[in-house]
């Protein structure tokens, strides 16, 4: 980033309606990623974790359409901006299934992590996105700390095979998908958004039972899809009020601070619970995260409700 995304604002910091639905994005997530990968661990595969999630979409989904009136917006362009939107976050999954069966996952997740850095120029390109110094410092020092949580030294070296390009693929993907959910809010409401997020994501779920081997030992027990269940549930919940902080924030200052704010957190609490302190990759990460945040929080807010 370059000087050039400075924008004068004389204004202070004030409270802002998209950094609470950004901080709520943010501690949602964090949560379910301390806890997303005990269901895996205890003989739930993946593919089905992600059946049970598209599933915990739907109460969210109907609970806000209900207060909504029941009114989903079905003209050409909110299909459109809809299905794409949800297409892309529940095509990104389905790559990250093949990419993690052909590569390192060392690598892999600090790769995808970048998926802001799209978002970020998309918005600033197309969307005339602008923000303070303050807000330039927080987008550098997030997207510098994003692969640091999912970094493993060590690793063999590995040649850039099949990999690397789904890894690619799931980048582009999600974020395309943050570009495209801060353009559709513009144009349609929020409940809209996030009802063809959660149909797109039932959509998948044939996909996910085909790639999954039913002849290996499945753990149906309340430690299986019980625990999905309840740790997915605030995926989707995340999910839905991510679509809000789009909707009243900036994309490129919302998307930086929700995906290095989640794993910060994630880390700390996972830390705690061991009781062990991380690697000095995650500690950098933790250290950039914290000030991206405040960057991010204390630079003044200029945008216009959508």
């Known amino acids: 980033m370059t000087s050039t995304l400075t924008m004068t604002n004389k204004t202070g910091p004030r409270p802002t309606g998209w950094l609470g639905y950004a901080l709520t994005t943010t501690l949602l997530w964090g949560v379910w990623g301390a806890f ?50 949800g297409l ?7 790559i990250l299934f093949y990419a993690v069966k052909a590569g390192p996952t060392y690598l892999i997740f600090p790769l995808i992590s970048l998926s802001p850095v799209i978002t970020i120029a998309l918005s600033y390109l197309f969307l005339r996105e602008r923000t303070g110094m303050l807000g330039v410092a927080g987008i550098v020092l997030a997207v510098c700390a994003l692969p ?3 970094f493993t030294p060590g690793g063999a070296p590995r040649q850039y095979g099949l990999w ?3 890894a ?34 039932l959509l998948f ?7 999954t081997d039913f002849s290996q ?17 605030l995926n989707a919940v995340g999910a839905l009020t991510l679509v809000h902080a789009f909707r009243h924030g900036k994309a490129l200052v919302v998307s930086p601070m929700v995906n290095a704010g989640a794993p910060l957190l994630t880390t700390v609490i ?21 000030a991206a945040a405040l960057c991010l929080a204390l630079q003044p807010d200029d945008t216009p409700p959508a």
């Open 270 to 290: 996972a830390m705690t619970l061991a009781a062990t302190l991380p690697n000095g990759y995650k500690l950098a990460g933790i250290g950039l995260s914290l």
């Open 168 to 201: 690619i693929g799931v980048l582009l993907a999600w974020g395309l998908q943050a570009y495209f959910m801060k353009l559709a809010n513009a144009s349609m409401d929020a409940e809209s958004i996030f009802f063809y997020m959660t149909a797109s994501a």
């Open 88 to 94: 892309l976050g529940a095509g990104g999954q389905m």
């Open 205 to 211: 779920i044939p996909v996910a039972l085909a790639m």
């Open 148 to 150: 640091l949580f999912d």
């Open 36 to 85: 997303a990968g005990l269901p895996g661990q205890n003989g739930f595969p993946e593919t089905l974790i992600y059946v049970v999630w598209a599933l915990t979409m739907v109460p969210p989904a109907l609970l806000v359409l209900a207060r909504n009136g029941w009114r989903v917006r079905r003209d050409g362009r909110a299909v459109a901006f809809g299905l794409t939107i």
């Open 217 to 233: 030992p499945i753990n149906y027990g309340p430690s299986g899809p019980l625990l999905a269940a309840v740790t997915q549930i």
């Open 164 to 166: 690397f390009v789904l």
